[in-house]
């Protein structure tokens, strides 16, 4: 069974967390996800129990408890949602009229003409920014 804790101190070790799951071993794993901009654990974890008896009695137990100053909340873990947020409208690339686009159907995107200015070579010139 996998739960979440969730409302956990940055501070609050893996020991820590271990120690306080003592009552319910056998853990089968323990995931303290790491915040990639800053390098240090983010305030939950996700722990899996060999059996749903522990489990349960492990979020009777545990929800609401104090570890590091902090409250836990602990429960049972949801899968994750497939697709999360609303999907977004497919991309469309500039192509030529009749080209075939990715899922097979025919797009017809019509081309911005390029107004750029011209240097003495003849090539274009960047716009440059104010």
Avoid: C, W
Wanted: proline share 6%; hydrophobic share 30%.
């Amino acid at each position: 069974m996998k739960l979440f804790i969730g409302n956990l101190s940055y501070e609050t070790t893996e020991g820590e967390l271990l120690d306080m799951l003592a009552d319910f071993q056998p853990i089968l794993d323990l995931h303290r996800p790491i915040d990639r901009e800053t390098g240090r654990p983010r305030g939950f974890a996700f722990v899996t129990l060999e059996n749903r008896e522990k489990g349960e009695a492990a979020v009777i137990q545990l929800n609401g408890a104090a570890i590091g100053g902090r409250k836990l909340h602990v429960n049972v873990a949801e899968d994750r949602r497939a697709g999360g947020a609303a999907p977004r409208p497919p991309r469309r690339r500039e192509m030529d009229d009749g080209e075939e686009g990715e899922g097979g159907e025919i797009v017809r995107v019509q081309k911005k003409p390029d107004d750029r200015p011209v240097d003495k070579q003849g090539n274009r010139v960047r716009y440059k920014g104010i």
